[in-house]
């Protein structure tokens, strides 16, 4: 049975004056936790403001959860979450008393006790919002979004300004609350390694186009799956030579001990063999040969292709 999408976007322009911030932008995602990434001035605010209905689209149309982003977006605020990069709260209000006040826009929402516990807040209920942490505020900020029961919530740059830490355990939380709940996310961020974690599906964007869009498997296995990193004792004493193997299609230095390699298909074995051939003759030590299929390698394949 075909799952229908929960965002759907078509031919969708904006300009701001002579800005073109979308260009004919097309994306379809079903329910899961979905990732939106691109570089700075890609498009991906405009797009979120007009998935929330604050904007209009020049040309196109846009439906969240079956709905359409204008003539619907009262309905559609009813049934999703939005957490902004940059909230606000008020500093001398308690946490609870915050979140209390929120619920009153609900005539259907979540208990605001059980939803404390559940974003690991409960030993900060009578807390000042001004005396909260840049996680706890994150945390707390992820209750307010999710008090109205939401079908699918919005959360743009959610790990901006936090530790490794305070990171971690919010990634944690919002699969959790996906896995419990059913509760769908739409994330924009920047730290694709933590989207990696999180995400079913992913989009990239750039220059108000949509490059990519798919599971998050499939994409890493189709952009990045021929790249490696060669982590050496002296990158520099060998990374002309490997430019010269066949089979070899870019090489870069990529960081003090690691040399970034994109092979062409089927060419593996005779290249890695050369590759520890020249290091031997230069006498360069190799530590490690490892495939780097990761998130941010295929977005950056994609994004130097294109």
Request: proline letters at 4%; charged letters at 25%.
């Amino acid at each position: 049975m075909a799952t229908t999408p929960i965002i759907v976007a078509k031919d969708i322009t904006k300009r701001f004056g002579q800005v073109l911030a979308l260009d004919n932008f097309n994306l379809s995602t079903s329910k899961g936790i979905i990732g939106l990434i691109g570089p700075n001035g890609a498009g991906k605010t405009t797009f979120l403001r007009i998935l929330l209905g604050l904007i209009p689209p020049d040309e196109g149309e846009v439906r969240v959860m079956g709905l359409e982003s204008q003539h619907d977006s009262y309905e559609i605020r009813q049934r999703i979450g939005v957490l902004h990069e940059y909230p606000l709260y008020p500093p001398s209000m308690t946490v609870n008393l915050f979140l209390e006040r929120v619920a009153r826009l609900y005539t259907d929402r979540e208990n605001v006790v059980e939803l404390l516990d559940q974003v690991g807040l409960e030993n900060a209920v009578q807390r000042k919002i001004g005396k909260l942490s840049a996680g706890m505020r994150q945390r707390l900020g992820v209750a307010q979004a999710l008090i109205g029961k939401p079908e699918l919530v919005f959360l743009d740059e959610p790990t901006s300004n936090l530790d490794v830490m305070a990171r971690r355990e919010l990634l944690k939380m919002l699969t959790q609350v996906h896995e419990e709940n059913g509760v769908s996310f739409f994330i924009i961020s920047h730290v694709l390694s933590e989207l990696e974690r999180v995400c079913s599906d992913v989009a990239f964007i750039k220059k108000g186009r949509t490059i990519v869009v798919g599971p998050l498997h499939e994409v890493i296995k189709q952009f990045a799956s021929s790249q490696y990193h060669v982590v050496v004792s002296n990158p520099r004493l060998i990374v002309d030579d490997l430019a010269s193997i066949e089979g070899i299609e870019n090489v870069e230095i990529a960081g003090v001990k690691t040399i970034s390699i994109a092979l062409k298909d089927g060419k593996q074995d005779s290249v890695l063999r050369a590759i520890e051939e020249i290091a031997r003759r230069k006498d360069v030590q190799v530590y490690e040969i490892e495939k780097a299929s990761t998130l941010e390698e295929a977005f950056l394949k994609v994004m130097q292709h294109e």
